[in-house]
């Protein structure tokens, strides 16, 4: 099978619906956090924690499920992975307090590693060399799609469709089931290795650590920047991720008008999204890193100082900048000797798994804070400081130029 495969298309298309049912569970609950603390009569903590659920699973499974999907392929691990994702989506319409709430949100962190891993495993089996960029930034924006479109009808749409905001399990659920039928009918496993490698991969014999394990990935200087960096990218996109809308509505913004903004940003940044990991070839990735933790920071910043369109616009800029990251985390990871398309699964769960633990800190500091302090301004705060000491680290990244 050739890098030049036509079905890695169909394949790359599939890989954007299966993150898009991803971005729906990650973004059915932010824009209705007041409601569902009303109804189940829980505190900001607990909100916090809830949403940061799901990553506080994917840190205990996803080296494990990285591993399976080396295993299985990926269109098996995938339909799993979806299955998973559409049961936690069930569930949390059934929820009837903060424990079978917070239980249906974790069950997506079973399912969400397998998505995360399965993605850039399948870019790096079906694309090779600078073509994997593009194909990275394509399937992140299906992801993008779901965010937004979650963050656009949870609080509008799908409340007035079906009286509560319980109605997102119907709504979203019916979606992710119709993309586990396409997974099912349409999906194919590839090669383990593509035919035409990038410089990064190399035959079995020649690669000193191809059949270790996790701990021949640690020794590696790359994939140690590339694991702190990875998590205080999480720490910053996912806590804001949560709670952007609840910082708008501390500031006047109604909760449709909230949801609605966020997704725009969000909406917006599908540029960025595409564009970045192809404009951040081999050998620029480290300064792309820079800019994009040093405008986070930036952002977060007027976050805490603006109000009415001036805070509209950082949301929307600070989206814009920050969301690439990962993207360009899991290229350098990918084109890092001695992990490549051949060990990506495992590599790539290690990645995840240690950056969902910021994933999960991320929105539960955000709630702590809001409960002790009645106000978002303080995890604000925080935030602009994990950037800042981040800021330094891509410099010692190591790359290979084209």
């Known amino acids: 099978m050739s890098g030049n495969d036509p079905l890695r298309w169909r394949m790359l298309a599939l890989a954007a619906m299966a993150y898009g049912c991803f971005g729906l569970g990650v973004g059915s609950i932010p824009p209705l956090v007041d409601p569902i603390i009303r109804d189940l ?12 659920a799901w990553q506080l699973v994917f840190i205990g499974v996803g080296s494990p499920l990285g591993s399976l999907v080396d295993r299985w392929g990926a269109r098996r691990a995938i339909v799993l992975g979806l299955g998973l994702i559409l049961l936690s989506l069930l569930l949390r319409g059934l929820a009837t307090n903060f424990i079978t709430l917070l239980l249906a949100v974790a069950l997506f962190g079973a399912g969400a590693p397998i998505i995360s891993v399965g993605m850039p495993k399948l870019v790096g089996q079906w694309f090779s060399g600078n073509d994997r960029g593009p194909a990275t930034g394509s399937y992140v924006v299906g992801r993008d799609i779901g965010s937004v479109f979650a963050l656009a009808t949870a ?12 109605g997102i399990s119907i709504v979203y659920g019916a979606i992710t089931l119709v993309v586990i039928v396409l997974w099912i009918v349409f ?30 990935l640690l020794k590696i200087r790359n994939v140690q920047l590339v694991l702190v960096l990875g998590f205080v990218v999480f720490f910053m996109n996912h806590a804001l991720g949560a709670w952007l809308p609840t910082v708008l509505q501390e500031n006047g913004f ?107 800190t991320g929105p539960l500091m955000m709630g702590l804070v809001r409960d002790s302090t009645d106000s978002l301004t303080g995890g604000l705060w925080v935030i602009v400081a994990m950037a800042a000491f981040a800021v330094v680290l891509p410099v010692l990244i190591r790359e290979r130029r084209v």
């Open 41 to 52: 009569e829980m505190t900001s903590g607990q909100m916090g924690l809830v949403l940061g």
């Open 155 to 166: 609080a509008s749409f799908v409340i007035a469709l079906t009286g509560s905001w319980r």
């Open 187 to 216: 999906g194919k496993d590839s090669p383990l290795v593509p035919v035409t490698r990038s410089v990064d991969e190399s035959t079995p014999s020649d690669d000193p650590i191809h059949s270790l394990g996790i701990l021949s």
């Open 254 to 360: 109604s909760l449709a008008a909230s949801g609605r903004w966020v997704a725009v940003g969000i909406a917006v940044a599908m540029i960025s999204n595409f564009t970045v990991p192809s404009l951040a070839r081999m050998g620029r990735r480290s300064a792309w890193l820079i800019a994009m933790l040093a405008g986070g920071a930036l952002t977060t910043i007027g976050l805490t100082s603006f109000t009415g369109p001036a805070l509209i616009a950082m949301v929307l800029v600070g989206t814009i900048i920050r969301l690439p990251a990962m993207q360009v985390l899991t290229l350098v990871l990918l084109e890092t000797p001695g992990v490549g398309a051949r060990r990506m699964g495992t590599a790539g769960g290690l990645f995840f798994a240690i950056a969902e633990i910021g994933g999960f």
